[in-house]
């Protein structure tokens, strides 16, 4: 459903964000995506949702391409996938049920049905007594819900959730990931960007894990560990000198202790290893 | 369509200042440009008032026929410049000199003046040039002992009214630019400040063109309230100036009407613009 193919993502000031990554997402899967900050999480769920196009290599979401994709294609598109970001980005003139029924407006729904329809996903995030609150009287948790109440208003085939609960407590983080969960369970796809580790040990699902916009690990295929361990040594060697060697061994062995972690991501110092270990 | 409609209303009720702000600032700068419309437009009308009283005066020798004055007047007033020939006789120019110049009533008694005929060009000859070629032309009838215009006169007239047209062109390009640029900057702060909107928009799915559409509207409605806004500023500052200054004369009401068009269609261009610009940087 999500096919990502040698995608590159450079930017002219900035440089590489996402660097060669291969991945398949397939439908009604749930996905964890972790990675330090500036491994290029956000950029990569960026090129799913076609808000960005890849600079090399080739992007294809529910079988729309992202060479051939047009604007309007890209509207079309993401009715069909429901996004939600760490800042709830609601409307914050407008109510709870207006925020949710302003999707549906946009996108063309009759609007006899919008107002059932609002009702029922707020019932089913659990904000149904809240329905005509504004975001300001609602907690972090809330607001969450009312975006993820939005993002499903066009029955999306994937939920793109980048960093939900980054700014919420522990009692809301498990509530909106227990809300997903059952989004997910009606087979609904979700790709969700976190860097919270306790809330990967919670479950079982699929990891990916980046650093320096790579692909450096992934639990469903041992193969991006050896490839990424591989490529990094490659790297070191073509470097040349001791102290790139030296640096790029170290990369190397910590793509592999992802690699033999049974439970990817579950080794948060790892992944912080990775990150200063790549910067240094 | 409809939504669409609701989206304008609902930013000029959401944020009722700024709304204000844009309409105000559009009615000042067409203001302005009003302002130096309605200079311009009286300063041509007055020149043009000035510019009808040139005339070429040729006086016949005494005791021409009738019959050949006839035929000259028939001649000359069939000239593509010429708009009016008459013939003035020794009678009627002392009649006129007497009306005109008092110290003629007690000076001469009898026709002293000689006759001539008058003529008076069509706007768009009254140039020195044109002036100066029909003269000559007229000075070649045999019976015409001398032709006479105000040659400084027509040139300085001339040279007023080219200085005029220039300074109206360039003023008013100034002035026009100077409104756009102000009314594109509030229309783009209009924009810049429903940015996250636009934004949740394009995530849940919305096309450009739906995007666009309460914008459009909002800009084309904040252009034709400055308009008319403007219209009555300029309008008000006309009848003040008439009734305390110099009579001025007001633009016609389809000049009036294009005025507010025009404030309308930089309404909705401007937004055009800026929504199209920021839709391609998000």
């Known amino acids: 459903m999500i096919q990502l193919s040698h995608a590159t993502k450079e930017y002219p000031r900035t440089g590489v964000a996402v660097d060669d990554v291969t991945l398949h997402v397939a439908k009604g899967e749930y996905v964890w995506l972790t990675g330090p900050s500036g491994s290029g999480k956000s950029t990569l769920l960026k090129l799913v949702y076609m808000d960005e196009r890849p600079t090399r290599g080739e992007v294809r979401v529910s079988g729309v391409n992202s060479h051939a994709i047009s604007g309007r294609e890209i509207a079309t598109l993401r009715r069909r996938l429901g996004i939600v970001f760490q800042d709830f980005r609601l409307l914050e ?8 029924a302003f999707a549906l407006e946009v996108t063309g729904a009759p609007p006899d049905s919008i107002p059932a329809k609002v009702s029922r996903l707020l019932a089913q995030v659990g904000l149904s007594a809240k329905a005509m609150a504004y975001p300001r009287e609602l907690s972090g ?28 407590d522990d009692r809301a983080t498990r509530g909106i990931f227990q809300l997903l969960r059952e989004i997910n369970a009606s087979g609904t796809a979700v790709l969700m960007a976190t860097h919270d580790i306790d809330l990967i040990r919670r479950s079982d699902y699929r ?3 980046m650093h320096h916009g790579r692909l450096v690990a992934d639990s469903s295929d041992p193969a991006v560990a050896e490839h990424a361990r591989q490529r990094a040594l490659d790297e070191a060697a073509g470097a040349g000198s001791g102290a790139g060697a030296a640096n790029g061994g170290s990369s190397g062995d910590t793509a592999s202790d992802e690699l033999g972690s049974d439970e990817l991501g579950s080794d948060e110092l790892g992944s912080d290893e990775i990150a200063s270990d790549g910067v240094a | 369509m409809t939504l669409a ?3 304008a209303l609902l930013a000029f009720r959401r944020a009722p200042l700024l709304s204000a702000l844009g309409v105000v600032t559009i009615a000042f ?8 419309g309605l200079v311009a437009l009286n300063i041509r009308l007055a020149l043009a008032q000035v510019e009808e009283r040139v005339e070429i ?5 005494e005791g021409t026929a009738p019959e050949a004055v006839q035929a000259a007047l028939a001649d000359i007033a069939a000239f593509p410049e010429v708009a009016t020939a008459e013939y003035l006789s020794q009678d009627s120019a002392l009649a006129r000199a007497r009306r005109e110049i008092p110290e003629y009533r007690d000076v001469f008694a009898q026709a002293v003046l000689p006759a001539s005929i008058d003529v008076r060009l069509k706007p768009g000859h009254r140039d020195p040039a044109s002036v100066k070629a029909v003269a000559a032309r007229i000075a070649t009838y045999g019976f015409v002992d001398d032709v006479e215009y105000a040659q400084d006169w027509v040139d300085k007239i001339y040279r007023m009214r080219s200085i005029a047209s220039l300074v109206g062109v360039v003023l ?12 594109g900057a509030t229309i783009r702060m209009a924009v810049l400040a429903r940015s996250r909107e636009i934004s949740i928009m394009r995530l849940v799915g919305a096309t450009d063109g739906f995007i666009r559409a309460p914008f459009l509207i909002e800009g084309f409605t904040k252009g034709i309230l400055g308009g008319g806004l403007a219209l009555l500023l300029t309008w008000l500052a006309a009848t003040l100036i008439s009734r305390n200054l110099v009579r001025v004369t007001f633009f016609d009401p389809g000049v009036a009407v294009l005025g507010v068009l025009c404030g309308a269609i930089i309404g909705l261009a401007g937004s055009a613009v800026s929504v199209g610009r920021h839709l391609r940087r998000v």
């Open chain 2, 29 to 36: 700068s067409l203001f302005a440009f009003g302002l130096f």
């Open chain 1, 141 to 168: 948790g809330e607001q969450q819900r009312v975006a993820i109440a939005r993002a499903l208003v066009n029955d999306p085939i994937i939920l793109i959730a980048d960093e939900p609960t980054g700014n919420l």
């Open chain 2, 172 to 183: 008013g390009v100034a002035f026009g630019a100077v409104a756009v640029i102000i009314i």
């Open chain 1, 93 to 100: 003139d407008r109510t709870a049920h207006a925020n949710v």
């Open chain 2, 57 to 61: 005066q040729a006086f016949l020798t």
């Open chain 2, 5 to 7: 409609l609701r989206e």
């Open chain 1, 207 to 209: 990891v990916i894990e």
